[in-house]
């Protein structure tokens, strides 16, 4: 399978890669399987992929939350090494593409205090739900290269 086809299988066409890179075979080796499982375990258990009801939590703690997967990819690639190459190109990508823009975004308006504006958490939280649309697509990817069943959807939401 190509890196392009793996995308695709994903629904993650819209971020943007060279050319070479999507053309190139896409074999996780074990060091990527486990870089992407320990991901997978931290994104199934953070709001970035789980909601964050109006009448819960609030909207700096969740900044903060999703800021520190940063950290926690880092980490996970340092502890891999370069054993875990795929892994990385896609988590690199993921973080500067879909999680930087937000964390940008919503960390300086937290400096001017824009949560104290009613009007401004709920932009948050719109914003939010769709940043987690692109998480769990990614949570997804994330458990395809781990080689496991995915749990993303195990909870029943609505009931």
């Known amino acids: 399978m190509k890196w392009q086809e793996w995308l695709e299988k994903w629904g993650m066409t819209s971020l943007k890669i060279k050319t070479p890179f999507l053309e190139a075979d896409w074999h996780p080796k074990d060091k990527d399987k486990d870089a992407a499982w320990e991901l997978y375990i931290e994104l199934l258990t953070r709001n970035a992929t789980q909601p964050l009801p109006k009448e819960h939590g609030d ?4 900044l903060e939350s999703i800021h520190k997967l940063f950290g926690l990819t ?3 690639i340092k502890k891999h090494g370069r054993e875990c190459i795929e892994f990385t190109k896609i988590a690199i990508v993921v973080l500067n593409q879909i999680v930087r823009p937000f964390t940008a975004k919503w960390h300086k308006k937290m400096l ?11 932009e948050f939280r719109k914003e939010l739900l769709e940043l ?6 990614y949570t997804k990817m994330l458990s395809d290269m781990a080689g496991i069943e995915d749990l993303t959807e195990l909870e029943d939401r609505n009931g």
């Open 132 to 137: 987690q649309k692109s998480l769990r697509y």
């Open 112 to 122: 001017v205090n824009a949560f104290a504006d009613s009007q401004k958490r709920d």
């Open 74 to 76: 880092r980490e996970i």
């Open 59 to 62: 909207e700096a703690t969740a």
